[in-house]
Nanobody
Framework: QVQLVESGGGLVQAGGSLRLSCTAS????????MGWFRQAPGKEREFVAT????????YYADSVKGRFTISRDNAKNTVYLQMNSLKPEDTAVYYC????????????????WGQGTQVTVSS
């Protein structure tokens, strides 16, 4: 089992920045990739970004490309999401996810999830 704990959410004005963190514990040696997803009120969960644990390959949703950066620190078992140039439409609960053999954008393929952290961007 892998446990995930997110932090770093909050309220920020449009154009501002936030950095989310997600720390994994448990069977962290089994992690193949970690990613971020988000869900806004009344909307379906959507993919944001993912990073492979060994090679550091990254993949982004078009809506955040050029504004968000995902990175990982293997020594700390932590993945980060640096969010710049935030827009009101980025407002959502952000969830960290991990899997042992998948690194894509389909949330249903990820086995482990954090509890979520709220990001609110005011206009």
């Amino acid at each position: 089992q892998v446990q995930l704990v997110e932090s770093g959410g909050g309220l920020v004005q449009a154009g501002g920045s936030l950095r989310l963190s997600c720390t994994a514990s448990g069977r962290t040696f089994s992690i193949y990739a970690m990613g971020w997803f988000r869900q806004a009120p009344g909307k379906e969960r959507e993919f944001v970004a993912t990073v492979s644990w060994s090679g550091g390959n990254t993949y982004y949703a078009d809506s955040v490309k050029g504004r968000f950066t995902i990175s990982r620190d293997n020594a700390k078992n932590t993945v980060y999401l640096q969010m710049n140039s935030l827009k009101p439409e980025d407002t959502a609960v952000y969830y960290c996810a991990a899997d042992t053999d998948y690194s894509g954008s389909y949330g249903n393929r990820y086995d482990y999830w954090g509890q979520g952290t709220q990001v609110t961007v005011s206009s």
